[in-house]
């Protein structure tokens, strides 16, 4: 049986699509796992524009309205990726656990199944952590979206969704920058990944393709593969030769996602 893995944050433009389209394409390219990315941001969708398919036959709202069985939401854009994207006329959906529903059956065809969440704090923020086995939490390194994040890991914490960590997004290096220990301190959650703001995102989304797969050796590849090689649970190591030989010599100089991986595995 697959597991369920909602991504999520309550603010708009932090990542969780990117982080969806992305994390699920490693998952199936680089780990050669069976991957369903869903949409769950039923008023505002844009996942499956990532991988440039714009036609649709049937969409999740098709199936949370009961139009069709599920299967027919189903996109293959690979072998090992399908996506079932979201209509852009927005249809209420006001049954929460009805996304949950339709997704149950799916697990048994596929490792992973990966929600790209809306931001909507009520209504269909609620639908994609009940469908949700674990919740990652995109979040940045700014004030405004801290106090955001915050909200959002008490809020999966009154649902009794398990928040598995955060994944530290579009971050530039510089000293104005919140901390990974004060992100953690303040939100009592691990950081699981962090991924660096890359004009290489931006390219691969014009040409619609993962960035893994447009920019293999860019930064931001190379950490959405290492959090993609954490939730298929296989080996993956750092190409950049720089960062092999930091973690060779300087043995105390590994960031905090580096080694909460590490522990959170062993706690498994
Ligand atoms: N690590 C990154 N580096 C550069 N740009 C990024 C990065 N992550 C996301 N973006 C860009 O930020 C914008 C918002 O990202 P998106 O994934 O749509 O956020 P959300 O789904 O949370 O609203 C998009 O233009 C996306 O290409
Ligand atoms: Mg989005």
């Known amino acids: 049986m697959g597991k369920s893995i909602g991504i999520i ?4 433009g932090v990542g969780k699509t990117s982080c969806t389209a992305n994390i699920g394409a490693a998952l199936a390219n680089q780990f050669g796992k069976k991957v369903l990315i869903v949409d ?3 008023s505002a969708p844009n996942l499956a524009m990532h991988f440039g398919i714009f036609d649709y036959q049937a969409t999740i709202q098709d199936a949370l309205l009961r139009k ?4 027919r939401s189903i996109h ?4 090992n990726l399908h996506i079932i994207p979201a209509a852009s006329e927005s249809r209420a959906i006001t049954d929460h656990y009805r996304l949950n529903e339709c997704l149950q059956p799916l697990k048994e065809f596929y490792d992973l199944i990966l929600i790209d969440s809306s931001p909507n704090l009520h209504g269909e923020i609620l639908s994609t952590m009940i469908a949700s086995d674990e919740l990652y939490v995109v979040t940045s390194t700014d004030y405004p979206t801290l106090s955001t994040t915050i909200k ?3 809020l999966a914490k009154e649902r009794r969704t398990p928040i598995k960590g955060l994944i530290v997004n579009k971050t ?6 919140l901390s990974l220990d004060e992100i953690e301190e303040a939100t009592e959650t691990m950081v699981l990944g962090v991924i ?3 004009i290489k995102m931006l390219e691969a989304v014009s040409k619609t393709t993962p960035v893994t797969s447009h920019a293999p050796k860019a930064n931001a590849s190379i950490e959405i593969n290492k959090i993609a090689s954490y939730m298929a649970d296989e080996e993956y190591k750092d190409p950049r030769l720089l960062n092999r030989l930091k973690s060779f010599f300087f043995k105390g100089d590994v960031r905090k996602d580096e080694i ?3 522990i959170s595995k062993q706690e498994e």
């Open 196 to 198: 660096p703001d890359d």
């Open 68 to 71: 069709t069985p599920v299967q």
């Open 76 to 79: 293959k854009f690979s072998e």
């Open 260 to 262: 909460n991986r590490v």
């Open 40 to 42: 769950g941001n039923f």
């Open 152 to 154: 959002a890991v008490k």
């Open 9 to 12: 944050s309550i603010k708009g």
């Open 172 to 177: 530039r290096g510089k000293s104005f920058e």
